[in-house]
């Protein structure tokens, strides 16, 4: 895994891009600002996993922001359309990691949610729905995952978690909320 993310460095480098977004399947897509280009490199199934501890890490990081919501919530929904670089077989990794939190953990969006009586009358959610939005790998040791913790259409708190890979495993180095309703 090590060789294949210096190999993907080593390009990224060489191709003088600036940033690398993770792209749906087992591919990333490269810009290079400089010359206004962009490529799509395949990523290996390992990197893939590896993926799955920093999407993990950050949905952990988005249930336990200070919004209050989470005292008695009844289940997790996740919605990793936009968690690009994951396969079919890493997202069942994903949901079953945030069993540990002790409550359902669902995928289904917003609107399912609501329309299968699991919010209230005022479409307030009886738990959770946690959202990636977008992942920019800014290289073999960073990722930076915009997201939501939302418990209605009107109350979310959207974030961008920065996480950094140190001794092969993935931390967050930072936090920042971006919005709030």
Same mark, same amino acid.
């Given at each position: 895994m090590k060789k294949a993310w210096t190999i993907l460095t080593v390009y990224v480098l060489l191709a003088g891009c600036?940033?690398? *977004?993770?792209?749906?399947?087992?591919?990333?897509?490269?810009?290079?600002?400089?010359? *206004?280009?962009?490529? #799509?490199?395949?990523?290996?199934?390992?990197?893939?996993?590896?993926?799955? *501890?920093?999407?993990?890490?950050?949905?952990? #990081?988005?249930?336990?922001?200070?919004?209050?919501?989470?005292?008695?919530?009844?289940?997790?929904?996740?919605?990793? *359309?936009?968690?690009?670089?994951?396969?079919? #077989?890493?997202? +069942?990794?994903?949901?079953?990691?945030?069993?540990?939190?002790?409550?359902?953990?669902?995928?289904? +969006?917003?609107?399912?949610?609501v329309k299968q009586g699991l919010a209230d009358q005022r479409g307030v959610l009886d738990g959770i729905l946690l959202q990636i939005q977008e992942a920019t790998l800014t290289d073999d040791n960073k990722l930076t995952v915009s997201g939501k913790a939302i418990k209605s259409a009107k109350q979310s708190i959207g974030t961008t978690i920065e996480l950094q890979k140190k001794n092969n495993v993935w931390e967050v180095s930072n936090t920042t909320i971006t919005t709030e309703s």
């Open positions: 600036s940033s690398v *977004n993770v792209n749906e399947g087992n591919s990333i897509l490269e810009t290079d600002q400089q010359h *206004n280009t962009s490529k #799509t490199v395949s990523i290996s199934e390992n990197q893939g996993k590896d993926l799955v *501890n920093a999407y993990g890490l950050a949905l952990d #990081t988005l249930l336990s922001l200070d919004h209050g919501w989470d005292n008695d919530i009844k289940y997790i929904s996740v919605e990793l *359309n936009s968690a690009q670089g994951l396969t079919d #077989t890493n997202i +069942p990794v994903i949901v079953e990691n945030l069993k540990k939190h002790k409550v359902a953990v669902l995928q289904l +969006p917003l609107d399912e949610l």
